[in-house]
């Protein structure tokens, strides 16, 4: 059975949030229920998870394969002795990873995002009024500002709602990418203490090991000792009549 976690507290609920962000924007919308059924939890059979999400088992394993791609999931297979020996998958989903792939996609966008807007800032575009086809100043002086399409006019763009519209768009992304940060430096905390408590246990298995080492080699002493200490009985001739 894979082990449950529920999702109560408001730390859980964000993070819950931003992996249903980083699915939808792999596999589909229709495909962040997967991140209930997945999150906290771990070896989760692939048939439940189509029950649940009301799949065909092909329809769920394309958007598992689709996650797996991007490192986002990984499996485990068994094989079924009740149905025909067939192969089961059974599937983790790894949140630190899916946080990663967020942080990156959203320094891509911000990344896009800046661009346009010093664009937008720096240069001037004209644009037909009957169309909407838009160009940059040097191929609208190369078209002598006519529309290639209509032979209109081209009107010079105002650029003021562009440009509050694509800061507004970085702001936006500069906010979720602290909270992404956030989430990401608790995961990496969590994991870390969790290796730190998997690396102590180590140490004392390791230790108690050699601790039943010595004493059962010291007990083998003693036994050897003692048997090197018991007289030898005298061995008897016999005579020849």
């Known amino acids: 059975m894979p ?3 529920r999702v109560s507290s408001p730390a859980d609920k964000e993070l819950v949030i ?3 962000d980083v699915v939808a924007s792999i596999a589909s919308v229709a495909a962040v229920g997967l991140v209930d059924l997945l999150y906290g939890k771990k070896n989760v059979n692939e048939f439940l998870i189509a029950k649940k999400l009301n799949l065909n088992i092909n329809q769920t ?3 598992l394969y689709k996650l797996v791609d991007e490192g986002l999931v990984s499996f485990i297979r068994k094989k079924d002795s009740k149905n025909g020996g067939w192969y089961t998958y059974y599937w983790t989903l790894d949140s630190s990873k899916s946080i990663a792939n967020l942080r990156n996609t959203l320094l891509k966008d911000m990344q896009h995002l800046e661009q346009k807007l010093g664009e937008r800032k720096h240069q001037r575009f004209y644009y037909c009024p009957n169309c909407d086809l838009e160009m940059d100043e040097e191929n609208a002086l190369l078209n002598n500002f006519t529309c290639t399409e209509c032979g209109e006019v081209l009107t010079l763009r105002d650029n003021t709602l562009l440009v509050q519209q694509f800061e507004g768009q970085i702001a936006k992304r500069k906010h979720q990418l602290v909270g992404v940060d956030m989430q990401l430096g608790a995961l990496n905390a969590k994991h ?8 102590k246990a180590d140490v004392r298995r390791k230790k108690e090991q050699r601790a039943l080492k010595r004493k059962a080699t010291a007990a083998a002493k003693k036994v050897s000792l003692k048997s090197s200490r018991r007289p030898k009985k005298a061995s008897r001739s016999r005579t020849r009549a």
């Open 3 to 5: 082990s449950r976690k």
């Open 18 to 20: 931003l992996l249903k």
């Open 61 to 63: 394993r394309n958007i």
């Open 192 to 199: 870390s203490a969790l290796r730190q408590r998997a690396l």
